[in-house]
Structure formats: C-alpha cells, structure tokens
C-alpha cells in the first residue's frame, strides 16, 4: 500500500505551518501531513501532476487545510478547482485562515467548503480547535469509499 | 393694438357718412313735402274737390315733422341749427299762403281763387327762397360728409402707414427676443457647463471617496489577516516553548514567556475588537421586527460562563418587540450585559436589571447594574475608542465595546447615554430612533399577539 497522505496543508507561512503541526502533533493526529506552500503547489499534489505525477486519484487526502491569503494562486482559486473537477470534488476542504471578512465567508460557502474556521490567537484555542476538526474529519466523519469516484466518472465516460 | 383701433375709426367714419345721408334724405323730403302741399292746394282752387284738401294737410303736417327729424338730426352742428331756424319761417310763411288761398277758393269761389293766383304772391319767391336754403344745407351737408370722408381716407392711410409700422415694430421686437434668447441660451449653456463640471468633479470626488473607502476595508482585511498572522505566532511559540520546555527553564524565564503570552492575547483582542467596530462602522443596518426579550435571554444566557459560580439576580422586565438589525442589537446586549456582569463581580448580591420605560414621548430601554460605578465628571470618555474608566489591573478590556455600541445605536437613529454614582452602580439607557416608532403600533400589536399566544 502507498504512502497515504491524511492532510494536506496549505499555508505559506512555515511558522504558521509549525504551529499548526506542533497543535496536531499535540492531539497526536500528525500521522501523514503534507504541506504546499502556494496554491499551485497544493494543485499539483491535488491533481497529481508536476513533483507528484507518481500520485494516484484514488488516494485522495482525508483532509485539506486551506489557508485564504496564497501566493500565485489563491485559496479560493485551490477550492473552485477542487470543486469543478469530478475527481476531487468530494475532498472535505477547511478554511483555516485570520480572516473572517463576511465576503471571504459568503465566497467560500458558495463555492463549496466544508468548513470555515478563523484561527485563534491564542495558541491554546488553536490547538483545540485543530484538535475538534481531526477528529472529525480524520475519525468521525466517513469518507466516500478509495477509488469509487474514478471509478463512477469512468463509468459515466 | 393700433390697427384695431384704426379699424374702429373706420367703423366710426361709415356711420357719419350714413348720418349724411339721412340728413340730405330729409331735407329732401321738407322740399317735397312743400311742393306736394303746393299741388294740392292747386288742385282744390282748380277742381274745388275735397279730396284735394286731406293730402294738403297730410304734406303741412309732414313739412313739420320732416323739419323736427332735420333738427334732432343735426342737433350736433351749431350751423346746420341756425339753417332749420332760418328755414322755418319761411316754409311757415309758404304754407301759410297756401292757406290763404285755400280760404278765399272756400269762400269766394274758383274765379277769385284764380285772380288772387293769378295776381300773384310772394308765393315763388318764398319757394324759390326754400329751394335755395335747402340747397345750401344740403350743401353743407355734403361738404361735412367729403371733410369726413377724407378724414376716413386719411384714418385708412393711417391703418396701413400703422400695420406697416406695427409688422416693423414686430419684427424689430422679434429681432430683440431673439437677441436676447440666444444671449441667454448663451448664458445656460455656460451655466449647464459649469453644473456638469461640477458633476464630474462630484463624481470623481465619490469615486476618490469610494476608493478610499476601499482601500480603508482592505485596510482592515489586511489588519485582520497580516497583523493577527505574527501575533498568532507570538503567542503560539511563546505557548509551545514554555508548555514543552518549561521544567528545563528557571522560574524568571517562564515568568517572562507568561508575559509574552499574556500581551499577544491582548494585543489579539484590541485587534478583533477594532475589527469589529470597523466592521459595524461599514455594515448596513437591516432592520426587522425583533422581539427583544427574547434576543435579551439568550445573551444572558450565552454570558453565563462570565458569571459562572457567583450569585446574579436578573430583573429582566417586559421588552416590546423593535424594529432593529437583530445582529447588531445582539451585540448592544452583549456589550451592556457583560460589562454589567464584570463591573458587579466584586458584590456579594449583583443585580442587574434591564427593561424599559417612556420619556419624551420615546421609548427608553434600560440596563442598571449596583456594580463600582464610575464618576460622573468623566461621562464624556463613556463611550470613545481606548477610552477607559477602570484600571486594567481592576477591570480588564479593551476600551472598544461602549465605542461599538454607540456606533450601533446611532446607526439606528437612536441616542446612548449613561448616568452613574461611584461604588453604587451605573445604568445605561438607549433609544431607537424614528425607526422604532413607526412601528410601535405594530410592535405592541406583536406583543399583543404573542401574550394571546402564550395563553
């Protein structure tokens, strides 16, 4: 069985990255993190392409942690084409991000995340909060089966 | 206006010409009148028929009125008066010899009649007399009518020398209006120049406003998002480096990192407090029927993890329902009552009371506390941006909540105020606005409803 990645995270703050890891690990959900520090770096792992051609679509991430504000593409770019594409529209996104300007809300929601959470400053409610979404997305919540959506697109073609 | 009149003068002229006739017609029939009196009286000496005699009188009788009607008619002209005068008494004389010979032919028979005609009279002379009179007067007459006549051909002349002069005229003033139309025609396209000058610099000026209003909101995204991002990192390492390696450090070190900690999520709130009172500086205000007792418990509710373990009595009294953004009023609860809850925490028995009253003619909400009060000399600063009445080691905070909920308030047209006594408590009263009464009808008829409701 191949290397399965459970989060994608993306954040082109590596502090920011750190902490994030360092409250995972806290919560001992740091098993397979793998970071992209654009949007275009998050789309190549996502879609399989450039550095990670060798992925497959039927090892999806069980999570993505999408920060907003990225550099060459936005995070808002990252979700649409997550959401457009019959392949990967099913991943469970999280905004993680600081803002929580309504129409950063309202553009999210509209274009299909499954969470929105602004990040605390204080690092206590961080990690909490990172805790409560592993949990959910990483044990609680049952994701649709490996490979079935390539396999129903493939149908469909 | 002049060719009107000149017209009416020509109307004027024709009748005197008429009034010629009529006075020439009846001078005419005097001269008739006479002859034919003259005839009959002929034809009585002649034949000593009666029959003769009636029109002879008829024609005498006629001389007279035909004399009268010559003198109305000429009432006016002093001249033609004198004339009839002098005509009279010979037309008189004329007649009265006519009779004469009347009598004698009555008495003496056709043969001296004829004698005394015979041997002659006056009776031509005076006729010739009357004839010559007549003709004078007519005459005059005549000549009245062609001085009048000119006159009427003059007052023609004249009509045309003034339709001629008034069409110049007319001309001349259309000439002038439409000088000065195209003067002022001139002027308003200037002035219609000027106002659209002043548009654009309008427009461009909303623009510019627009724009720094843009630049102002991302301003503040770029506070929510850049300043919050280091100071998350602040706090983060300072949180890891004395959870993970805290036993490793002495005791001044932790203090310092606690310090740190403490200070980044300060600095945290001051920023999410700004953002939010610049947030409700840029947001519109949807106004909607809202029952506020019921807003009211939940925030009550929500602020209990601020009053957890300690005694509060609530007096929360009957809200009618307001016409107000829900969201934002929400947030004037939270402000109040937790300001209410932290300034009571050092009584042993807090109160805090909430309801509303009528003054002015407004409807007055309320929120008392018996907490420390403050001084009322320092009212003023209640409700500025950092402005705070507490020491921070007494009372924390940011010194932003009062600024936002008056920004509330105001927003719907209502009115904040406060009136405290030091270490006795402090109440805090607000008002709607016109928005609130418009609806009052409404609202209590709501209320009305809702009362039946729970019955």
């Known amino acids: 069985m191949s290397h399965e990645v459970e989060i994608l995270l993306v954040d082109d703050s590596p502090e920011d990255v750190e902490l994030t890891v360092l409250a995972l690990r806290r919560n001992k959900l740091s098993n397979d993190i793998q970071v992209a520090e654009d949007g275009a770096e998050a789309l190549d792992f996502l879609f399989c392409r450039g550095p990670h051609a060798d992925r497959t679509f039927s090892n999806p991430p069980k999570l993505v942690l999408l920060d907003l504000k990225l550099p060459k593409v936005d995070g808002l770019e ?41 990040k605390p400053v204080d690092f206590d409610q961080f990690s909490e909060t990172i805790r409560q979404i592993g949990m959910f997305w990483l044990l609680i919540n049952q994701p649709p ?11 469909g073609a | 206006m002049l060719a009107f009149r000149s017209t009416l003068r020509e109307e004027g002229d024709r009748e005197s010409v008429t009034h010629t006739h009529l006075v020439v017609e009846s001078l005419e029939r005097i001269l008739m009148d006479v002859t034919q009196a003259e005839t009959g009286q002929r034809g009585y000496i002649l034949t000593g028929d009666e029959k003769y005699l009636k029109p002879f009188k008829d024609d005498v009788r006629k ?82 009518l062609a001085s009048r006549l000119s006159v009427a051909a003059f007052s023609a002349q004249k009509v045309k020398v003034i339709i001629v002069v008034g069409n110049v005229l007319a001309l001349l003033i259309l ?60 706090a983060g390492y300072s949180n890891v480096l004395s959870k993970d390696h805290g036993p490793s450090l002495d005791a001044e070190a932790r203090r310092y990192l606690e310090k740190i900690d403490e200070g980044a999520r300060k600095m945290g709130r001051l920023v999410d407090d700004l953002l939010s009172l610049s947030k409700v500086g840029r947001q519109e205000i949807l106004l909607q ?53 932290k300034y009571t925490r050092k009584r042993e028995n807090a109160v805090i009371e909430v309801g509303q009253m009528r003054q002015n003619d407004q409807r007055v909400f309320f929120i008392r506390d018996n907490g420390v009060g403050f001084e009322m000399q320092y009212v003023s600063k209640l409700f500025g941006v950092f402005q705070r009445l507490h020491k921070a080691r007494d009372f924390e905070g940011t010194g932003v909540g009062l600024a936002i909920v008056q920004r509330i308030i105001r927003k719907h047209g209502g009115q904040i105020w406060a009136e405290a006594k030091l270490n006795e408590g402090a109440t805090f009263f607000f008002t709607l606005g016109s928005p609130e009464s418009h609806t009052k009808e409404r609202s209590e008829r709501a209320k009305d409803q809702e009362v039946i409701n729970v019955a």
């Open chain 1, 78 to 118: 990252v979700l649409k084409a997550i959401r457009e594409d019959e392949r990967t529209k099913t991943i469970p996104v999280v905004i993680l991000t600081s803002s929580k300007e309504q129409r950063d809300l309202i553009d999210g929601y509209n274009l299909g995340v499954s969470a929105y959470i602004q």
């Open chain 1, 145 to 155: 089966p490996a490979g079935a959506l390539v396999a129903s697109k493939a149908k």
């Open chain 2, 63 to 144: 001389v007279q009125q035909d004399a009268e009607q010559f003198g109305q008619l000429t009432s006016d002209n002093p001249r033609q008066q004198e004339a009839i005068q002098q005509l009279t008494p010979v037309v008189a004389a004329r007649v009265a010899g006519l009779k004469l010979r009347l009598e004698i032919r009555k008495r003496s028979g056709l043969l001296v009649a004829a004698e005394a005609v015979a041997s002659g009279d006056n009776g031509e002379e005076l006729m010739e007399g009357i004839r010559g009179r007549i003709g004078e007067m007519r005459h005059t007459e005549e000549r009245l």
């Open chain 2, 175 to 234: 000439l002038a209006a439409g000088f000065v139309i195209h003067r002022e025609t001139g002027r308003r396209n200037l002035a219609e120049q000027g106002l659209k000058s002043i548009n654009e610099r309008l427009e461009r000026r909303t623009m510019e406003l627009s724009e720094t209003n843009h630049e102002l909101e991302s301003f503040s995204y770029s506070v929510a998002h850049d300043l919050r991002a280091p100071l998350r990192q602040i």
């Open chain 2, 289 to 341: 029927a809202t029952a506020l007792d019921s807003l009211l418990r939940q925030v009550v509710e929500e602020l209990e993890p601020e009053y957890l373990g300690r005694e509060v009595e609530w007096r929360i009294g009957d809200l009618f329902s307001a016409d107000c953004d829900p969201g934002l009023m929400k947030q004037v609860f939270v402000h109040l009552l937790s300001n209410a809850v």
